[in-house]
């Protein structure tokens, strides 16, 4: 059973944008912290951002300043808006729920690529 679903990515030029979509149910929506995770090629997978319930907000020091998160509680979404995109961006990116601070949801993941 699907519970997140992704959209958004796809190819883009340096310094171009994009901005990804992560749609959730309603009761996982409500009740969880929203973020959004990168793993690029033979490395790690790690954090991009992430958004509390209460719209407060973290970022990875790599892309403050460049990408925003936010929530659309109408549509218990998570959005990432990426501005002036880098090669370095390069990823796969997955939306991520922790429900409740215990359980964690992933969702399929969706290519971002960045061309020089």
């Known amino acids: 059973q699907v519970q997140l679903v992704e959209s958004g990515g796809g190819l883009v030029q340096a310094g171009g944008s994009l901005r990804l979509s992560c749609t959730a149910s309603?009761?996982?929506?409500?009740?969880?912290?929203m973020a959004w995770y990168r793993q690029a090629p033979g490395k790690q997978r790690e954090l991009v951002a992430h958004?509390?319930?209460?719209?407060?907000?973290n970022y990875a020091d790599s892309v403050k300043g460049r990408f925003t998160i936010s929530r659309d509680n109408a549509k218990n979404s998570v959005l990432l808006q990426m501005n002036s995109l880098k090669p370095e961006d390069t990823g796969i990116y997955y939306c991520n729920a922790l429900v409740f601070g215990t359980r964690n949801l992933w969702g399929q993941g969706t290519q971002v690529t960045v061309s020089s």
């Open positions: 309603g009761s996982i929506f409500r009740a969880s912290i």
């Open positions: 958004i509390t319930t209460g719209d407060t907000t």
